[in-house]
Every structure is written in structure tokens, then in C-alpha cells.
């Protein structure tokens, strides 16, 4: 069967109603204009100003250097709502080239997903451009610049929705976003050193594109500074906690190009959400979490000390990530960093299940299945889906109303984060039954892995699908799942 042929006719009668219209405005508009696109709706609206702009940057340890910021700083602003409200950003770029911001989780609409040529046009320097979506699905969120290599230049931050009503209890909650960089000017974009792809020769390196003078760019730079909220130890901030009390945090991997390992010393962590989706609680001594991912984690706070949440050095020195937890009221000069050692148990996505089970589309295979071969890196600096570097690459056509079965393969000699813009998939356990595989949006393919996953096709559009390794993205390792006969193809 060719890949995404149809596996079989289903009528589904589903309406999809979506409750915001959105609003694209090429230019700045008085404000009295965006509230028409709101007509039929009471929802509040949350409204944030965003300019994306070079700014000078210190992350408390190592030099200062010139970043690409929203508002001035790195991360960017938190954005923090309840489900259920209208976010409203108004984005002005002062960059030397064009911009996008992309929401990334949130089902939205398409003309809100801010995917430079696909979604939209990129937002040119001097001009402006107003986002608004609904934020229906409460969880730990991210938004950041799909343009170029802007996120590993700076534009990036944490992204919040509140449940309506509080679901979970916990006494105290941190954000933590996870940021890799190189401190100097242009931050990933700078003059750097550069790692080849695993397994590529120097030397193999003399043909068509990968001879370029733009090659170097494509390599991942070897980072230099690892920051939690825009700061490295030992300037990161600390948490602190009180005894007894339960701690919740919410970590965003938002970096460009590094999967972490994580471990707090002296504690367990309880996983609550994964991708802002709950899942039946699990323990772990060890957290892996890719580019793109987000965890949400419970700790109780009863072992009074001053400890470090820290990720293991895999061989890319990213050791240096780390985060003080202390206690109130204990006093002590050294904090105590985790180890890393074999028996310690680390939570895999085979352990997840979902903690409400959703009723929808049980049972039955899948509308149409594509299989997704995972490549590259070998002997050139690309990298492909299905042999494919986009945008030449293969579009994956849906209906509809279908259930599609997206089976990954890795064919690689590197782990990838794959991430799929404006729905959320079910991690396909054959250990479960359906309603409880766990909803995420990415998920992390390793080197000889094979993963499916399934997403139910409720959100008409063109939708960017990629890897969330930058580097793997700008190489060629995206294509784009199209809704057959929506009206936003490839418009841009
Ligand atoms: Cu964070 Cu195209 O994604
Ligand atoms: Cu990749």
C-alpha cells in the first residue's frame, strides 16, 4: 500500500467549532478594530505587547553578548492565563530580518500557528503583526520564533494556561525554562565552534549543498552556557521551598539543540503532565526531556537541605545546567548536586498513561497510516523524512475528521525530538487500550527506535511537522500534514 493511502472509509459527524476567529493584521491598527473578531464572545482578553528586538544580555555567569530578545530579555516574558481566555500579543519586530512567533502545543488556528511560509507570511522588520487564540487546553506551554535560527539567538518563552479550577494541590510551583547557549554575539548564530553530524567523516563533506558556505550553520554549535530562566549557575535563582511542603515544577525544554537528563538530589519526582497533558502519576529518579517537551513534576519538600536539580553529563557538558533547591531556614555553604548511577529509575513513555481517559474514537485502526523514516546525518549534512529534505519533501494529506497513525522510524544515529504544530497525537502503547495512551505533542524517536503515534485530524490547515532539533529542521528533517481542500495551503 502506498504510504498514507487511505486504511478506510469512516463518516465521522463531528463538528468542529472553534471559537475565536482569528485576526492577521499586516499593520498597527487601533485596538477598537480587534475587538470585532471577538463578536459572540465574553471570554476576557489577555493582552501582551511583545517587541522583538537585539538587546545586550548577561546570564549572570560569563560575558555579556548580544541576544535576540522579546522585550529586552531572555527567556521572554511569561505569559501566564487561564483556560478558557483570549490571548492577544501584539508583536513588533525591530530584528534585521523577518519574524514569527509560534505557540507551540496550543491547538489553534492555522492563521495563528506562525510558521513563516506555511501560516504566514514572515512579519517583516519595522512591521507588526497581532496574534490571538484561545487557550482552551490548560498545561506548561512554550512559544518561540519559527523563523530561521531565531530560537537559539534568544526568542523564546514560557507559555502558561491555568486550569479554569484548580485540579491538582500543591503549595508552591517554580517555572523552569531550560535554554542552551553560546555567549556571544548572535548566540547560536555566532561565529562558534561547530560539531559535525555523529558519524560524518570530515572531509566527506564536498558535495552540492554541504560544501556551501552556509554549511557551517546547519552543524549544531558545541554550547557553552547552559541557563535555567536566562541564568547560569552558580548565578541560576534558587528555589526555595518550606518542609513538608508539595512542589510543583514546570520544565520547558526550549532549548535548540540538547536533550537533558534531569535528577534533584535528595528527592523523587512525581510526573503529573506531559506536554500539559495530566498523566496517571509516575516516579522517577531520572527525567529525560527533549527539545520542545515540557514535564510537569511534583516533589515533596521533606528532606531539608540545600540541593542542586541538575542534568548528566551525556557527553556535551551539560552537567552545567543546574538549579539550587533550598530550605528555608537551613543554613549551609555547599549544595549537594545528584549522581548519576546504573539502577536509577528513568521514566520512559511506555510508562505513561493518560490520567483521563478521553471517550473519543475508541477502538478501531486507524483512517490512514503514514510511515515516517527518520535519516540522515551519515555521510551529508541533511536530514530526511522518508529520504526527503523539505521542503522538498513529501506533504501528509489528511481528511477530515480521520484518525492518522504517524509511524516513526529511526533510521539515524541521533535521537529525534519530532514535533507535530496544532494538535495533540496518543503515543500508541500496545499495552493499553487507547483512551489511555498519553496525549503529547512531542515526542523523543531514538537512534533504531520505532514509534507510532496518532493524532485525530479535528483542526483544518496546513500544519508544520519536524523534528525540534533546530539544527535537524533547517537541514531538512520537516514536511507539512495538509488538510485536503482547506484553503490554507502552502499560501506564502
Ligand atoms: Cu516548537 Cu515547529 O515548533
Ligand atoms: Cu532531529
Not at 324 to 345: D, W
Not at 431 to 460: H, S
Request: glycine share 10%; proline share 7%.
Amino acid at each position: 500500500m502506498e504510504n498514507g493511502q487511505k486504511v478506510k472509509m469512516t463518516i465521522h459527524r463531528r463538528e468542529f467549532l472553534k471559537a475565536v476567529a482569528g485576526v492577521a493584521l499586516g499593520a498597527c491598527l487601533p485596538a477598537g478594530l480587534f475587538s470585532k473578531a471577538l463578536a459572540g464572545t465574553d471570554k476576557p482578553v489577555r493582552e501582551f505587547h511583545f517587541s522583538a528586538s537585539p538587546a545586550k544580555v548577561s546570564l549572570g555567569s560569563g560575558p555579556e553578548f548580544m541576544a535576540w530578545t522579546y522585550n529586552g530579555q531572555v527567556p521572554g516574558p511569561e505569559i501566564r492565563v487561564k483556560a478558557g481566555e483570549i490571548v492577544r500579543v501584539v508583536l513588533r519586530n525591530y530584528l534585521p530580518e523577518g519574524t514569527t512567533i509560534h505557540w507551540h502545543g496550543i491547538p489553534l488556528q492555522n492563521a495563528m500557528d506562525g510558521v513563516p511560509g506555511i501560516t504566514q507570511p514572515p512579519v517583516m522588520p519595522g512591521e507588526s503583526f497581532v496574534y490571538e487564540f484561545e487557550t482552551e487546553i490548560p498545561g506548561s506551554f512554550l512559544y518561540h520564533s519559527h523563523a530561521r535560527y531565531q530560537l537559539d539567538q534568544g526568542l523564546y518563552g514560557p507559555l502558561i494556561v491555568e486550569p479554569a479550577r484548580p485540579e491538582e494541590s500543591y503549595d508552591r510551583e517554580y517555572t523552569l525554562v531550560l535554554e542552551d547557549w553560546v555567549m556571544k554575539d548572535g548566540g547560536g548564530r555566532a561565529r562558534t565552534e561547530r560539531r559535525p553530524p555523529m558519524g560524518m567523516m570530515n572531509g566527506m563533506m564536498g558535495r552540492g549543498r554541504s560544501s556551501g558556505p552556509d554549511q557551517g550553520p546547519l552543524w549544531e554549535p558545541v554550547y557553552d552556557g547552559y541557563a535555567v530562566n536566562g541564568r547560569i549557575y552558580p548565578a541560576t535563582e534558587s528555589l526555595t521551598v518550606t518542609k513538608g511542603e508539595r512542589v510543583k515544577l514546570r520544565l520547558i525544554n526550549a532549548s535548540s539543540a540538547t536533550i537533558y537528563h534531569l535528577r534533584l538530589a535528595g528527592h523523587t519526582l512525581r510526573i503529573t503532565h506531559a506536554d500539559g497533558n495530566p498523566i496517571r502519576p509516575i516516579e522517577t529518579d531520572v527525567l529525560r526531556i527533549g527539545m520542545g517537551e515540557r514535564y510537569d513534576v511534583l516533589f515533596e519538600a521533606n528532606n531539608p537541605g540545600h540541593w542542586l536539580l541538575a542534568a548528566a553529563d551525556t557527553g556535551f557538558r551539560e552537567d552545567r545546567l543546574r538549579v539550587p533547591v533550598v530550605y528555608k531556614g537551613v543554613n549551609s555553604n555547599a549544595t549537594e548536586p545528584p549522581r548519576f548511577h546504573q539502577g536509577l529509575r528513568l521514566a520512559s513513555y511506555s510508562d505513561f498513561a493518560a490520567r483521563d481517559a478521553g471517550g473519543e474514537n475508541s477502538g478501531g485502526d486507524p483512517d490512514r497510516a503514514y510511515n515516517q523514516v527518520l535519516g540522515g546525518g551519515m555521510h551529508s549534512a541533511f536530514w530526511t523524512i522518508n529520504g526527503r529534505v523539505y521542503p522538498d519533501a513529501e506533504t501528509l494529506s489528511v481528511d477530515n475528521g480521520e484518525r492518522v497513525r504517524l509511524a516513526y522510524g529511526n533510521h539515524s544515529m541521533m535521537p529525534h525530538p519530532m514535533h507535530l504544530h496544532g494538535h495533540f497525537f496518543r503515543v500508541v502503547n500496545r499495552l493499553l487500550p487507547r483512551e489511555q495512551w498519553v496525549l503529547k505533542d512531542t515526542i523523543i524517536v531514538d537512534p533504531m527506535q520505532r514509534i507510532e503515534v496518532e493524532f485525530t485530524a479535528d483542526n483544518p490547515g496546513s500544519w508544520f511537522h519536524h523534528c525540534h532539533n533546530l539544527y535537524h529542521m533547517e537541514a531538512g528533517m520537516a514536511n507539512v500534514v495538509a488538510y485536503r481542500g482547506s484553503s490554507r495551503s502552502e499560501k506564502f
